[in-house]
């Protein structure tokens, strides 16, 4: 697994959560890396992106002000720390590695998900 996301859990409504993405064999300090959620049922969302040089852009409004992104280069990982969790966040969450250091870039590649249920 050259990508992988981690962190996730069972979480009371309101809790918080530090999910990561580590890289294995892939570096991440000069590529963008964004994270993305599925939900049962439903298709695959794009969250928010972080990139080479630690721009963030969210990619839908819903989770502003609760996700956040940051890079630690010298860990090779990208961390989404998550507040104010809700039962709607319930979803696999997983990273991805652009081709390039912009957000807009194609995505490259992806790592296999975390489960974040939120559950009371």
């Known amino acids: 697994v050259q990508l992988q996301a981690s962190g996730g859990g069972l979480v009371q409504p309101g809790g918080s959560l530090r999910l990561s993405c580590t890289g294995s064999?892939?570096?991440?300090?000069?590529?963008?890396i964004g994270w993305f959620r599925q939900a049962p049922g439903k298709e695959r969302e794009g969250l928010l992106c972080?990139?080479?040089?630690?721009?963030?852009?969210y990619w839908t409004d819903s989770v502003k002000g609760r996700f956040t992104i940051s890079r630690n280069n010298d860990k090779n990982m990208v961390v989404l720390q998550i507040n104010g969790l809700k039962h709607e966040d319930t979803a696999i969450y997983s990273c991805?590695?652009?081709?390039?250091?912009?957000?807009?870039?194609?995505?490259?590649?992806w790592g296999q998900g975390t489960q974040v249920t939120v559950s009371s």
């Open positions: 972080i990139s080479e040089t630690g721009l963030t852009t």
């Open positions: 991805v590695r652009k081709e390039g250091p912009a957000c807009t870039d194609p995505s490259a590649y």
């Open positions: 064999a892939l570096t991440l300090d000069s590529y963008a």
